[in-house]
């Protein structure tokens, strides 16, 4: 793991949300996509070395809907950025963490990603991502 390289925020609306994090963080958005594997629209921001991606769901019956339906808006999950993400993951299925997909999948802002489940990590979602 080298640094937390953003953290994710379940929200309802990025056209609502986008601009109240314009303001906050007093940055433009740098960047809005589709990632379709996650069913998921995301909004970037860079602040320093970490960026807050912001995740509004594409359907009712994705992972954010549901998210939201569940705890409401808020922190969804923490991801760090590794060199190797097929090594860390293998490190940590041998340290008995449990990976949400067996391969590297592509994500936002051309990463390939990976998440733990948070059944294992007192109920934090993590992601890998590694720069593909
Ligand atoms: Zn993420």
Redesign the pocket.
Known sequence: MLKVE?I?IAVKSLQQSIPLFEKLLQTPCYKTEVVESEKVTTAFFQKGETKI?LLESATEEGVIARFIQKKGEGIH?L?FEVADIKKEMSRLEGEGFTLLNKEPKP??DGKL?CFLHPKDTNSVLI?L?QEA
Do not use: S
Request: glycine share 20%; charged share 20%; proline share 0%.
């Open positions: 953003h994710g991606e999950h991801a994500g936002a990603i992601e991502c």
